[in-house]
């Protein structure tokens, strides 16, 4: 059985910094890309941001220079650090990550439970 497990979403005041942990746990083989969606009340899921194992990444325009993401492939784990962050920014986020479970021979996708990040003053 494979789990992501968010942590560090909250409540935090327009122009604010959070830092978002997901870790993945259990019976895996290897961890490929990683990634951060979000979806607000109201709108589909989007793209925030994607790493590679090899650390390379992709951004969202709107995140561009107020965002940057992360991981550390020996604790099968990947961060996103916002900063400057506006009411717009407000939404659940979610981790997924592309895992080859030990003993599969495809990769699959998983999906964070998600947490919730609101701007607000």
């Known amino acids: 059985q494979v789990q992501l497990v968010e942590s560090g979403g909250g409540l935090v005041q327009p122009g604010g910094s959070l830092r978002l942990s997901c870790a993945a746990s259990g019976s895996i083989f290897s961890v490929n890309t990683m990634g951060w969606f979000r979806q607000a009340p109201g709108k589909q899921r989007e793209l925030v941001a994607t790493?590679?194992?090899?650390?390379?990444?992709i951004y969202a325009e709107f995140v561009k220079g107020r965002f940057a993401i992360s991981r550390d492939n020996a604790k099968n784990t990947v961060y996103l650090q916002m900063n400057s962050l506006k009411p717009d920014d407000t939404a659940v986020y979610y981790c997924r990550a592309m895992i080859i479970p030990i003993g599969a021979t495809l990769v699959s996708v998983y999906w964070g439970q998600g947490t919730q990040v609101a701007v607000s003053s």
């Open positions: 790493i590679t194992r090899a650390s390379s990444t």
